[in-house]
């Protein structure tokens, strides 16, 4: 009977096309569309620093040259004076001075903190703000160094040791340490959140599939006859169900691989996500019965199984995050394709089956829950 049923609904071109064809140009298109936005480089511009230091100071050097080696920021360091460097700032021809003083290494030896200055042109951005943080990093460096050498040679320690002490010093790991990271759980990339998102709409419409075929052998009077042969209602409902389950399945794992292969979205592991694709295609498929003992006809079971399908993708965050306070929060947080979405942004996180329980339990009780109104509302069509 499933077999039966799923051939009848591969058959359909406009299941096939719906199902598939019309996710996957959606997401080609989007893939164009949003190819700039959510985008994790910063793009940060090349800059040109104009830059004055004494020739003969190697501290004052080492500045210059941890500025210019540096690789978050492409930088063009142009050697001048002070008077030119300011000059070069101020008409635009540098993006920023950098001006360290003369007897920059000498105050460092005797313990003192001298001053950096830097210009930042009419043209200043966030790259330059980089760069200053670098040169405060590297100036603090140096000047604990020279402050543990200055301890150590009134201690009076041989030269060597004091020497040792200070490189410790100025080589010492720093007391924040970034790098680039994972967001935390529940929280996806604009791109995964996208990719997520349209995956689960477009299950509410799959799955729905299994109603309207129901529906439509009840109109041609096929049911009757399914019906007088020896099939429990039971079997055959759990027949339409068991299809939708299917395409459901197939279709959310085509769009998801689809998807992370388009915008370069990495759900984590396998095995999680598709625990996930079940618990949702399950939450999914139960509200079609729901659907089916409403309705009369495939006509009304469209429209309906399309405004649920709208109203759960966008209160669920398929087009744009919701937030929501008190009980409209806890209308949000059952929603299976708000859980589907965290989700997935815990198993991109490196997440596993235990993290993904909350949400997995969210959508297996949402199904729990819908099967059980299926039995309790009246079957309209029944009776038509």
Same mark, same amino acid.
């Given at each position: 009977?499933?077999?039966?049923?799923?051939?009848?609904?591969?058959?359909?071109?406009?299941?096939?096309?719906?199902?598939?064809?019309?996710?996957?140009?959606?997401?080609?298109?989007?893939?164009?569309?949003?190819?700039?936005?959510?985008?994790?480089?910063?793009?940060?511009?090349?800059?040109?620093?104009?830059?004055?230091?004494?020739?003969?100071?190697?501290?004052?050097?080492?500045?210059?040259?941890?500025?210019?080696?540096?690789?978050?920021?492409?930088?063009?360091?142009?050697?001048?004076?002070?008077?030119?460097?300011?000059?070069?700032?101020?008409?635009?021809?540098?993006?920023?001075?950098? !001006?360290?003083?003369?007897?920059?290494?000498?105050?460092?030896?005797?313990?003192?903190?001298?001053?950096?200055?830097?210009?930042?042109?009419?043209?200043?951005?966030?790259?330059?703000?980089?760069?200053?943080?670098?040169?405060?990093?590297?100036?603090?460096?140096?000047?604990?160094? =020279?402050?543990?050498?200055?301890?150590?040679?009134?201690?009076?320690?041989?030269?060597?040791?004091?020497?040792?002490?200070?490189?410790?010093?100025?080589?010492?790991?720093?007391?924040?340490?970034?790098?680039?990271?994972?967001?935390?759980?529940?929280?996806?990339?604009?791109?995964?959140?996208?990719?997520?998102?349209?995956?689960?709409?477009?299950?509410?419409?799959?799955?729905?599939?299994?109603?309207?075929?129901?529906?439509?052998?009840?109109?041609?009077?096929?049911?009757?006859?399914?019906?007088?042969?020896?099939?429990?209602?039971?079997?055959?409902?759990?027949?339409?169900?068991?299809?939708?389950?299917?395409?459901?399945?197939?279709?959310?794992?085509?769009?998801?691989?689809?998807?992370?292969?388009?915008?370069?979205?990495?759900?984590? =592991?396998?095995?999680?996500?598709?625990?996930?694709?079940?618990?949702?295609?399950?939450?999914?498929?139960?509200?079609?019965? !729901?659907?089916?003992?409403?309705?009369?006809?495939?006509?009304?079971?469209?429209?309906?199984?399309?405004?649920?399908?709208?109203?759960?993708?966008?209160?669920?965050?398929?087009?744009?995050?919701?937030?929501?306070?008190?009980?409209?929060?806890?209308?949000?947080? !059952?929603?299976?394709?708000?859980?589907?979405?965290?989700?997935?942004? !815990?198993?991109?996180?490196?997440?596993?089956?235990?993290?993904?329980?909350?949400?997995?339990?969210?959508?297996?009780?949402?199904?729990?829950?819908?099967?059980?109104?299926?039995?309790?509302?009246?079957?309209?069509?029944?009776?038509?």
């Amino acid at each position: 009977m499933i077999l039966k049923d799923l051939r009848q609904r591969v058959r359909d071109r406009s299941v096939f096309v719906f199902s598939l064809v019309v996710p996957l140009a959606l997401m080609g298109v989007l893939s164009l569309v949003t190819g700039g936005f959510g985008s994790d480089d910063p793009g940060l511009e090349p800059v040109t620093v104009a830059a004055s230091a004494a020739n003969d100071d190697q501290l004052a050097i080492t500045v210059l040259d941890t500025v210019e080696s540096q690789e978050v920021v492409d930088v063009t360091l142009n050697r001048m004076s002070a008077d030119d460097a300011r000059a070069a700032a101020g008409s635009g021809a540098a993006d920023m001075a950098l !001006i360290v003083p003369e007897d920059f290494g000498g105050s460092l030896r005797s313990g003192s903190s001298p001053t950096v200055q830097v210009v930042q042109g009419d043209g200043a951005g966030l790259e330059t703000d980089v760069l200053i943080s670098v040169v405060v990093g590297v100036v603090d460096q140096l000047h604990a160094a =020279s402050v543990a050498a200055a301890a150590a040679g009134s201690a009076g320690l041989p030269p060597d040791t004091i020497a040792a002490i200070g490189n410790q010093a100025a080589a010492g790991a720093p007391a924040l340490i970034l790098k680039e990271g994972q967001a935390s759980d529940e929280q996806l990339s604009f791109h995964g959140t996208l990719v997520a998102g349209q995956a689960g709409l477009f299950l509410m419409f799959t799955v729905g599939f299994g109603v309207l075929g129901l529906l439509a052998e009840r109109e041609e009077g096929t049911l009757a006859r399914l019906k007088s042969m020896p099939l429990g209602h039971g079997t055959i409902m759990a027949s339409k169900a068991a299809v939708g389950f299917i395409l459901g399945v197939a279709a959310t794992g085509v769009l998801l691989v689809t998807g992370s292969l388009l915008f370069g979205v990495d759900f984590g =592991s396998p095995l999680v996500v598709g625990a996930l694709t079940l618990s949702v295609v399950a939450a999914a498929t139960s509200l079609t019965f !729901i659907v089916a003992r409403m309705v009369r006809t495939a006509e009304q079971a469209n429209v309906a199984q399309s405004i649920l399908a709208m109203v759960l993708g966008i209160a669920g965050g398929a087009f744009f995050p919701i937030q929501g306070s008190g009980f409209a929060q806890t209308l949000l947080d !059952i929603n299976p394709v708000g859980a589907f979405i965290r989700g997935l942004g !815990i198993s991109a996180g490196g997440g596993g089956l235990a993290e993904v329980g909350a949400p997995i339990t969210v959508m297996l009780v949402f199904a729990g829950i819908c099967l059980v109104i299926a039995r309790i509302i009246p079957d309209r069509g029944a009776r038509a």
